[in-house]
């Protein structure tokens, strides 16, 4: 099947519309049902368009008068004349808008949301702290899925507001989401707000919000996407130097270590937390500090005691599977019992596909045989291969797992090179 590849105005939609409304005399509902078929056969993409059907009064068929355009040209005019009340209902309505559906939030875009917001923003910024979370929320619903719409100017602002408000909660909160959107498959972006001092903003937000969920879970999120590398238009990132300056210059690893002590009960807030700790463990030294700072502890502890949370047990032993790239915290890792728990896990989820299991033994094992019959004794082959006849995308880590092991894995014959009919 082709993807779509194309793309059309909103505009070009709308009077798709209106035409098969005035030319074919069909009603608004199935107008629009039809130009969307129309367009999708042609292989157009219709994911940042909104599907409206024209509003029809006495006078007949009007203009389609989408809301969030409404809306964004009431804010224009209440920032313009600068009644706040005014403009705090309509960034209120703004951001409901945008977070229905990402074809409000890039027609927004097109329309000029980005300069209107920012205005807001810095006349907000002179001490109004209630409209100022607004226009946060506001751009950060706007710049979700479309980070180039942070300039350079919005960029010093953004870490700017985190520093002169580092002990507002729900305003730290609310930036960091803009960082985390701003920052999500863009490069640049990245590369900016580091040279601009945002690392240790962020690390400093876990600490000094250290019992606000909210903000732990929003800081944690943000540092990982610092450390990704997802940006297509670039050749490649500064991913590694990033993990390395939250580690090195901002004890990123004790910081998240010591959150992960605080939500001990917390299994959303955990699961950001392990999630982030296994992007960081990006060198062998790294690797050593966790276990010497404890996390190990806390980990293995997790993946016993918190068997029922999925996702946690998904992020936990991603962490775990990091950390054994270092020879010696494969040692720890099963003298703190790590494998039972680890067997343990698998079972219990053993309806999931999760392959961070089958890595992690692999990981194990990996230039230290000896612990192979331990796991083996444990009941590791047998749930291995379970896992790989339930789950097709466990197919390549199981067997890989098992050969480590030193399992015998049955290999299939995708061609044995004989002659013959090729006809289906």
């Given at each position: 099947m082709k993807m779509a590849t194309k793309r059309i105005t909103q505009e070009t939609f709308d009077a798709a519309v209106r035409e098969n409304i005035e030319e074919f005399e069909m009603g608004p509902e199935e107008a629009v049902t039809e130009a969307v078929e129309q367009f999708e056969s042609q292989g157009v993409e219709l994911s940042n368009i909104i599907k409206m059907a024209p509003k029809?009064?006495?006078d007949g068929l009007q203009e389609p008068i989408h809301d969030i355009l409404q809306i964004l040209e009431d804010l224009r005019k209440s920032v313009a004349c600068y009644y706040p009340q005014e403009v705090s209902a309509q960034l209120t309505r703004f951001c409901e808008q945008c977070k229905q559906h990402k074809a409000c939030r890039f027609l927004a875009a097109q329309?000029?949301?980005?300069?209107?917001?920012?205005?807001?923003?810095?006349?907000?910024?002179?001490?109004?702290?209630?409209l100022l979370l607004q226009a946060l929320n506001a751009l950060s619903a706007l710049i979700n899925g479309q980070p180039d719409l942070l300039d350079t100017q919005g960029l010093k602002l953004l870490v700017a507001t985190l520093d002169q408000n580092a002990d507002v909660a729900d305003l730290i909160c609310s930036g960091i989401r803009c960082i985390r959107h701003a920052c999500l498959k863009h490069e640049q972006n990245r590369q900016s707000l580091v040279k601009a001092g945002v690392l240790p903003l962020l690390t400093g937000a876990i600490v000094r919000h250290s019992g606000c969920a909210d903000v732990v879970?929003?800081?944690?999120?943000?540092?990982?996407?610092?450390t990704f590398d997802d940006d297509i238009r670039v050749p490649f990132g500064n991913s590694h130097d990033h993990a390395k300056m939250i580690v090195q210059e901002n004890g990123g690893l004790k910081v998240l270590i010591e959150a992960a002590k605080a939500f001990h009960d917390n299994p959303s807030v955990l699961s950001e937390l392990c999630s982030t700790l296994s992007h960081l463990t990006v060198r062998n030294e790294f690797?050593?500090?966790?276990?010497?700072?404890?996390?190990?502890?806390?980990?293995?502890a997790?993946?016993?005691?918190?068997?029922?949370?999925q996702d946690l047990v998904k992020q936990v032993?991603?962490?775990?599977?990091a950390i054994a790239g270092n020879d010696d915290v494969k040692d720890a890792i099963v003298r703190a019992g790590g494998t039972e728990s680890i067997v343990a896990a698998m079972t219990r989820h053993l309806a999931s596909?999760?392959?961070?299991?089958c890595m992690l033994i692999r990981n194990l094992v990996a230039r230290s045989q000896a612990f192979s019959q331990l796991i083996?004794?444990?009941?590791?082959?047998?749930?291995?291969?379970?896992a790989r006849v339930a789950h097709q995308d466990c197919e390549d880590v199981a067997k890989a797992a098992l050969r480590d092991l030193g399992c015998r894995v049955e290999l299939r014959e995708l061609w044995t090179g004989q002659k013959g009919n090729l006809a289906p």
């Open positions: 029809i009064s006495a329309k000029g949301a980005y300069p209107i917001l920012l205005a807001v923003w810095k006349l907000a910024a002179t001490g109004d702290q209630g879970r929003e800081a944690s999120w943000a540092l990982r996407i610092m690797c050593q500090e966790v276990v010497d700072l404890g996390g190990l502890g806390i980990l293995v997790l993946l016993a005691n918190c068997n029922n949370h032993l991603s962490a775990l599977k596909p999760q392959k961070q299991a083996l004794d444990l009941g590791a082959e047998a749930l291995i291969v379970q």
